[in-house]
């Protein structure tokens, strides 16, 4: 890593938020640090702050005696915006002007986060403050808006970095089904990551509106979105390019089942389910995967073993009670009733890995 950069060109923000100043010349992460130290961090009292007694990053020369000549900076937002530009400057150096001015804006709103984090939270722990408020302490929340807003602008210019990985996953599925499946092993931690967010755009009905506003949400959001559908037959690269082309989807980022959910799962796991379900002897097993391995359709052989029940207000129920099973094995001992199937790709590509007819994978980009 170099030690300075010629960020001339590059611009950041002022502290008011919206005008902008022009960096000239060559920075160092601790030049570069102490500029904008000056430039985003207010004049504020350190006795102004509920934590100024227990910090151990109060101004050092702060001792309640006020010099108005000497400006006071939040020691925290302080080091944490030094050590932030800091890690950040490798990123910084391969960067053309146009991502270094999107890092600086990031860098403003991390700054400003914490800095209004530790006032918030130091307002929340002094006394007088509560009592200076009185009735009215109760809008002392509201002040917590802004610091969200904060984070949610830091992550949403970090996008453009995958390097710090800190856009997350975004899984759209196409039913309750599969909304369901997905969250109760994510639960698990051993088949979907704990951070993997899934929401559903409510069947194919939607795919055309629903799935558009929800795709252009979380992507301005800073999320990586992927979608889940089901082809029904259908042939899977005319739904690729149809997503891309209405939703600006990479194929990549698609997952179609041939058919649908059910059909995804194989005649095991569905076996299990249904057993699991109606709670029937361990001795049901088999002849209800040996029906489904024949051929015979899913909605048949649910119907044989639950009498007078109906199979698709029986799905989502159905879908837990799968995903209960694999929730007490793991996907080792799991294999050998996955193996082949759609349902073992599709955990795969949630986790973020593609996986081609060949069955080998490689990572996303």
């Given at each position: 890593m170099v030690d300075t950069i010629d960020f001339t060109g590059c611009s950041h923000i002022n502290r008011d938020g919206f005008s902008r100043s022009v960096l000239e010349g060559f920075f160092g992460p601790a030049k570069l640090a102490d500029l904008l130290v000056e430039v985003w961090l207010p004049y504020f009292e350190c006795d102004g702050c509920g934590r100024w007694k227990y910090c151990g990053l109060a101004d050092p020369e702060y001792d309640q005696r006020l010099d108005s000549s000497r400006n006071y900076r939040c020691g925290v937002a302080r080091l944490a915006l030094s050590h932030f530009l800091r890690t950040a400057f490798p990123a910084l150096e391969r960067s053309e002007t146009t991502q270094r001015n999107g890092l600086l804006d990031a860098a403003y709103h991390f700054a400003q986060y914490v800095f209004r984090s530790e006032v918030n939270v130091g307002n929340f722990l002094s006394t007088e403050m509560v009592d200076y408020y009185g009735e009215l302490s109760h809008l002392m929340a509201s002040n917590l808006k802004g610091v969200r807003q904060h984070l949610g602008s830091f992550f949403a210019h970090m996008s453009g970095f995958p390097e710090f990985r800190l856009r997350e996953r975004m899984l759209l599925v196409e039913g309750q089904v599969e909304l369901r499946f997905v969250e109760r092993l994510r639960s698990s931690g051993n088949w979907f990551p704990y951070d993997l967010h899934v929401v559903t755009?409510?069947?194919?009905?939607?795919?055309?509106?629903?799935?558009?506003?929800?795709?252009?949400?979380?992507?301005a959001d800073g999320y990586d979105v992927f979608v889940q559908g089901d082809a029904d037959g259908r042939d899977k690269s005319s739904i690729c390019q149809q997503m891309s082309t209405q939703h600006g989807i990479a194929s990549k980022r698609v997952f179609l089942f041939t058919r649908d959910f059910e059909h995804a799962v194989g005649p095991k796991l569905m076996a299990a389910g249904i057993a699991r379900l109606l709670d029937l002897a361990v001795d049901h097993f088999e002849p209800i995967s040996s029906a489904l391995e024949r051929g015979e359709s899913i909605a048949d052989v649910f119907s044989r073993w639950a009498v007078g029940q109906d199979f698709s207000e029986n799905k989502v129920r159905l879908a837990e009670s799968m995903a209960e099973v694999l929730f007490h094995a793991n996907p080792v001992s799991a294999e050998p009733a996955l193996s082949g199937t759609e349902i073992k790709d599709f955990v795969a590509f949630a986790n973020g890995w593609r996986q081609h007819d060949t069955h080998t994978a490689e990572p996303l980009d």
């Open positions: 755009y409510e069947g194919k009905s939607n795919r055309n509106s629903r799935l558009t506003l929800l795709v252009k949400r979380y992507e």
